[in-house]
Each structure stands twice: as structure tokens, then as C-alpha cells.
């Protein structure tokens, strides 16, 4: 079994920073293309960035030029640099693989943006 874990969210105020981090553990038979997602309360869960095995990233327009994905292969982690925050950037955030998230689910880390 994986097991993931999020850290880093908080309460920010619009324009400010945080950056998170997802550490993969447990029976990981490969840890190649990831994603950073993220769901609001009574929405669907979206993916926001992701990060190929060759360090390729794409993300969701919305996050493009403010939010910046990265990985550590050797210690199973992704990273989301989130500058330049907005209100519509408050969810709770997770990480899973890609292009499908076939891992159970984290915790996730909730991200809360004021106005």
C-alpha cells in the first residue's frame, strides 16, 4: 500500500505565497508522472499541475505563470511553489500519480486564501 502525505497549506492573504509538499511512501513500484490536485466543497476534484518522469510540466490555465511544479525522485516527493495566490485558489490540495490517480488518497492540505 502508499501512503501519501501533504503538508505546507495555511491561511494566506491574496497575493501572498506557500509551498507544498507530498512525500510518497510505503509500495511504490514507480514513481513517475505526478499531479498536483486540488478540490473546493461540492466541486470535482481538478488537476492543477503535473510533472512527467523526463520533468515535463503542464498546468490547469488558471494556475499558468503563478504556481510551479517540481519533484525529488530520490525522496519521493512533489512540490507546488504557489506565488501570487488568489481567493479562487482556496481548496484543499492533493497529490497523486498521473495521467490516472491510482493511489489512495492523502489527507490533503488545505489552502485558504483572504481577500
Known amino acids: 500500500q502508499v501512503q501519501v502525505v501533504e503538508s505546507g497549506g495555511g491561511l494566506v492573504q491574496s497575493g501572498g505565497s506557500l509551498r507544498l509538499s507530498c512525500v510518497a511512501s510505503g509500495r511504490i513500484v514507480s514513481f513517475n508522472h505526478m499531479g498536483w490536485y486540488r478540490q473546493v466543497t461540492g466541486k470535482e476534484r481538478e488537476l492543477v499541475a503535473a510533472i512527467l518522469s523526463n520533468g515535463f510540466t503542464h498546468y490547469h490555465d488558471s494556475v499558468k505563470g503563478r504556481f510551479t511544479i517540481s519533484r525529488n525522485n530520490a525522496k519521493k516527493t512533489v512540490y507546488l511553489q504557489m506565488n501570487s495566490l488568489k481567493p479562487e485558489d482556496t481548496a484543499v490540495y492533493y497529490c497523486?500519480?498521473?495521467?490516472?490517480?491510482?493511489?489512495?488518497w492523502g489527507q490533503g492540505t488545505q489552502v485558504t486564501v483572504s481577500s
Open positions: 497523486n500519480t498521473r495521467p490516472e490517480p491510482v493511489w489512495p
